[in-house]
């Protein structure tokens, strides 16, 4: 039994402001960290080794290095069965690029996000790639927002998927309690990409469990 990725979907799941999880298959942990640190916009990085923290402690590191945790970006990693995984903390919104590049010489690389304090809102989002290949990417809640069109990719991948999405009933007709409504969305395609994909996560290791961190500091 695992515990699979639907908990995602749950309010702060990981960290106030919202989950940014990369996984990939075919790279260890300390491989994915280094090339996930090669795709943040602006000057180098180089990622620093912090030791073996909780997310929360990471948190306060960048709290009192930077004076703001939005000011800093750090990333926890772990491997769960097949996967390397790396979750980011502090003020990583908006400051990676596509997952394109990680997943160059046949590595599979998904992405889940969700910027859960954005105000716009914004969806929560799913990507899947291999060999720099997108073949597919969704966004969560299926409600039509932020470019939302159905599945994007890979035509076979993406009808496949978009296929097993309509079998769980989605998209679904919105009530009156649209928060309620969302979350539930998110929860069941969460579910969707897992079954298809053989994702997973610790969800306990994550949370409250202590994972080797570091910070991605300007060269």
């Known amino acids: 039994m695992t515990d699979g990725t639907t908990w995602l979907a749950e309010p702060q799941s990981i960290a106030f402001g919202g989950y940014s999880v990369v996984m990939a298959r075919g790279l260890t942990p300390e491989e994915l960290v280094g090339r996930l640190t090669e795709t943040v916009y602006g000057p180098k990085r180089t990622a620093v080794p912090v030791g073996n923290l909780t997310g929360d402690a990471l948190v306060e590191l960048i709290d009192d290095l930077y004076g703001s945790r939005y000011d800093g970006i750090g990333l926890r990693h772990g491997r769960c069965g097949d996967w390397s995984y790396t979750v980011a ?8 690029e596509d997952e394109s590049p990680i997943s160059r010489g046949g590595v599979d690389v998904c992405r889940l996000e969700f910027e859960e304090e954005n105000g716009k809102p914004v969806p929560p989002q799913f990507a899947y790639t291999r060999d720099e290949v997108r073949l597919s990417s969704f966004n969560l809640h299926l409600d039509g927002s932020w470019g939302y069109d159905g599945v994007d990719g890979d035509p076979e991948t993406a009808a496949r998927l978009q296929a097993e999405l309509t079998a769980a009933g989605l998209p679904a007709d919105e009530g009156a309690d649209g928060d309620a409504d969302d979350r539930e969305v998110h929860r069941t395609a969460l579910g969707v990409v897992e ?6 996560l610790p969800r306990e290791e994550i949370v409250t469990g202590t994972l080797p961190a570091v910070l991605l500091e300007q060269a």
């Open 195 to 200: 079954r298809h994909f053989g994702l997973s």
């Open 89 to 96: 903390y502090g003020g990583w919104m908006g400051e990676f």
